[in-house]
């Protein structure tokens, strides 16, 4: 009988330090915006002088053949945005590239739940593609990331977006408690 009980518990072990040995996955949907299209991305658009869409152009984009760019008129800025499948309490490295070439009415803001986090007005001169990054701390199951931008005069240009939880390397101590735990929960159910 104690057999049927200890498989469950065998189980999760290994599953658990699978995952803590496997490549961290990125969660964003569609961050290279490689399906021509806005998979993966809400649009909230300004009530005046929207202006967003994707170019199809690899000379335009990071890598691949498509990126994003906002260039609205101003007033409010257009955004995309997605809820992402974070876990409470974990952190997560958020990185974009911005191609950016002109220096007139623009801004552009990062947003995690809600919560501004990066607010570049004026946007800087990239001279090409430039990378940022920036670390994040999910505090519900279920984040939004948003990007939001208007430019009066040129496009900025945003392409592969990627958030991927930081390593939390557990240290091989904590992996042999955790089989020492486990070995403790196989006792009890024994007796
Ligand atoms: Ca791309």
């Known amino acids: 009988m104690s057999c049927h009980r200890t498989f469950p518990v065998i189980a999760s072990v290994f599953s658990i330090l699978l995952a803590a040995g496997s490549a961290r996955a990125d969660l964003i949907v569609n961050g290279g915006f490689e399906t021509g299209d806005f998979t993966g991305w809400e649009i909230w658009m300004a009530p005046l002088g929207s202006m967003f869409g994707l170019s199809n152009d690899a000379n335009l984009a990071h890598t691949g053949n498509y990126s994003?760019?906002?260039?609205?008129?101003?007033?409010e800025p257009d955004a995309?945005?997605?809820?992402?499948?974070?876990?409470?309490?974990?952190?997560?490295?958020?990185?974009f590239w911005l191609n950016y070439d002109s220096t007139f009415g623009e801004r552009f803001r990062v947003s995690w739940e809600g919560t501004t986090v990066l607010e570049?007005?004026?946007?800087?001169?990239?001279?090409?593609?430039?990378?940022?990054?920036?670390?994040?701390?999910?505090?519900?199951?279920?984040?939004?990331?948003?990007?939001?931008?208007?430019?009066?005069?040129?496009?900025?240009?945003l392409d592969d977006v990627s958030l991927v939880e930081v390593a939390a390397v557990p240290s091989p101590a904590s992996a042999a408690l955790g089989v020492i735990g486990a070995g403790f929960v196989l006792l009890r159910r024994r007796r």
Request: charged share 15%; hydrophobic share 35%.
């Open 80 to 95: 995309i945005y997605q809820i992402v499948p974070t876990v409470a309490g974990q952190q997560y490295r958020l990185t």
């Open 68 to 75: 994003f760019y906002f260039a609205g008129l101003g007033g």
């Open 120 to 157: 570049l007005t004026p946007v800087e001169m990239t001279n090409g593609w430039k990378e940022y990054t920036l670390q994040l701390t999910a505090t519900a199951s279920g984040s939004e990331l948003r990007f939001a931008g208007n430019d009066f005069r040129s496009y900025i240009r």
